[in-house]
Each structure stands twice: as structure tokens, then as C-alpha cells.
């Protein structure tokens, strides 16, 4: 991509402020990631009964030192916070790089190919679909034992239907799209077909799916390990803090505020630059968009 186009894009999204919040918060979650160690001010795990319970910075007894305050245990509220995130980020990315992935593939085939092919993969799906995901999840987990590995796996399993449809029904419409035909017609093979023609299609709406499915893994995994079949400790993760801190909700609240607040706006961010990207990847939405803002500076001309 050319430094225009990245210009251009910079643009839109500044104009965009519900889109550039979004964009902001996946950044910060990835730089906090990314630099998890070094920005937390303590060990996660580190335990120190004698400062249990101590409350944020801004209350009575709070202390810079602790700013977020500390649980039951001692342990820094604001480091396990850094930790969690990490946790909840590699579930996020493994699951939607996994399952978007398969399920694009089979989308991609069910759509070129049809017919028996297609019957195949989308009885399947529906097969997949009929099972309560969250039951499925939790059964699986509790058989074979909540780890962060088998919680990556169990949401992929219940993650790759979502790309297997929205691959197969962009394909059908692009199938019939008179250079896809061209190019059968001249004898590419289809391999060459759907690399060169269809798949990037795909590649806008997959990746507002992708961002979307994101958020949605972020949920999952944070009910699994707030039921206790996620992960577990000593790992750490947003959904694990909420299930250790509910019991001191009344004497604690921030024990179940923060994490809260944390799924909260990463959920949220994570949804509003997905938006974006959809509107970005719709040309028909662009120019609705240049439209109204001719429209406004028009009017807002003496």
C-alpha cells in the first residue's frame, strides 16, 4: 500500500472518532501485550497478605505504589490486570487466526465448488451450529481438563461456522461475476481462480468478521474462566479476576470493577472499529458518506 493511500486511510479514520476510539483501544491493548513485563509495576503473582484488600489510589489507604489497590491475596490489582490482558488477547488472536482460517477455506470451497461439496460442508455446519457453544464448551473443558491451550481449541471448534458462511455466501455471489467466468473460460485452474479472483473479496468483510469474532472470543473466554473452566491458576486472566473477586464485592468493588471495566471497553473498541472497517470496505457506504459531508459543508457555506 502505497504512503497516499495509508495517508487516506489515516484521514477517514480520524473523521471517524466512534472508529478511531475503537482503533485506539485494540492499540493499547496490543502495546500493553506486547510490553506486559516491563509496564506492570509488580509480579502478578506476587503474594502479601499484610496488604490485602488495600483500596485504589484516590480512596483512604491507598497507595501509588498499588494504584489500582490489591485483592484478597496481596497481589497487585493493576499487574494481574496487565497479565489478564495478555491471556485474554492470545485466546482472542490463536482462536480467530484458527477458526478463521478453516472456516475460510471450507467457505471458499463450498462456494467454488457447490453441489455434493457444498451439501457436505454445510450440513455440517448446521450440525456444528444445532449444539449450544457455551454447553459444548463447557462439557469438553471439564472432560478433558480447563487449560489455556484446550480453551484456545474449545472456541475454535464453536468459531469457524461464522467465516465457513459468510466465506461461502460472498463466493457464490462473486462465482458468477463475468471475470471469474472469463478466467474459467480461458482454463485457469481453480486453484489460480479462487487465489487470483475470489479471495480477494473477501479479504474486507473476513476482516471486519475477524474483528467482530474477536470481541466475541474475548466474552467467551472470560465466562469460561469466570465458571472455572478456563484459566486457571497460577495464570491470571480478566474473566478469572471477576470469579476470585465476586466473593468481596461488597467490601472490594474494584476487585470486580476493573476487569469488568477492562472486557467492557476492549468488547466496545473492538466493535466500533469493526464498524469502521465495514464502512471502509463498502463502497456504497463511502459514497454515502462523501455525500453527507459535501452536503455539510455545503450548508455550512455563507
Not at 497478605?49 to 490489582?77: A, E, M, Q, Y
Not at 482460517?101 to 471458499?108: D, E, I, K, M, Y
Not at 479471495?199 to 474462566?225: D, G, K, Q, W
Not at 463498502?282 to 455539510?296: G, S, T
Request: charged share 15%.
Amino acid at each position: 500500500m502505497t504512503r497516499t493511500g495509508l495517508r487516506d486511510i489515516a484521514g477517514e479514520l480520524w473523521r471517524d472518532k466512534t472508529g478511531l476510539f475503537g482503533f485506539v483501544v485494540i492499540l493499547c491493548l496490543a502495546v500493553t501485550v506486547l510490553f506486559g513485563p516491563l509496564l506492570a509495576p509488580h509480579d502478578p503473582g506476587a503474594i502479601n497478605l499484610v496488604g490485602r484488600l488495600k483500596p485504589p489510589v484516590w480512596l483512604d489507604g491507598g497507595s501509588w505504589s498499588r494504584p489500582l489497590g490489591t485483592d484478597h491475596l496481596g497481589r497487585d490489582v493493576l499487574s494481574r490486570m496487565i497479565a489478564g490482558a495478555r491471556a485474554s488477547l492470545l485466546v482472542g488472536l490463536s482462536v480467530v487466526a484458527i477458526a478463521g482460517s478453516f472456516g475460510t477455506v471450507l467457505g471458499l470451497i463450498a462456494g467454488y465448488f457447490g453441489r455434493r461439496v457444498d451439501a457436505i460442508i454445510m450440513r455440517l455446519v448446521d450440525t456444528q451450529v444445532a449444539f449450544p457453544g457455551l454447553l459444548l464448551a463447557i462439557i469438553i473443558l471439564a472432560v478433558v481438563g480447563p487449560r489455556l491451550e484446550t480453551v484456545i481449541v474449545v472456541l475454535c471448534l464453536n468459531g469457524w461456522m461464522v467465516f465457513a458462511r459468510m466465506a461461502r455466501g460472498i463466493v457464490l455471489s462473486v462465482r458468477e461475476a463475468p471475470y471469474v467466468e472469463a478466467a474459467e473460460v480461458i482454463g485457469c485452474h481453480p486453484v489460480r481462480v479462487i487465489w487470483r479472483h475470489i479471495l480477494p473479496n473477501l479479504l474486507a468483510p473476513m476482516l471486519t468478521l475477524a474483528v467482530l469474532e474477536f470481541a466475541r472470543v474475548i466474552l467467551a473466554e472470560a465466562a469460561l474462566s469466570f465458571l472455572g473452566v478456563g484459566v486457571q491458576p497460577p495464570d491470571t486472566s480478566w474473566g478469572l479476576d471477576l470469579a476470585t473477586g465476586k466473593n468481596y464485592l461488597f467490601r472490594a468493588w474494584w476487585l470486580v470493577c476493573f476487569p469488568g471495566l477492562a472486557i467492557t471497553v476492549t468488547v466496545l473498541g473492538a466493535n466500533l472499529f469493526a464498524n469502521w472497517l465495514r464502512l471502509m470496505a463498502d463502497p456504497q457506504e463511502r459514497e454515502k458518506l462523501f455525500a453527507a459531508a459535501v452536503i455539510a459543508e455545503e450548508g455550512a457555506a455563507p
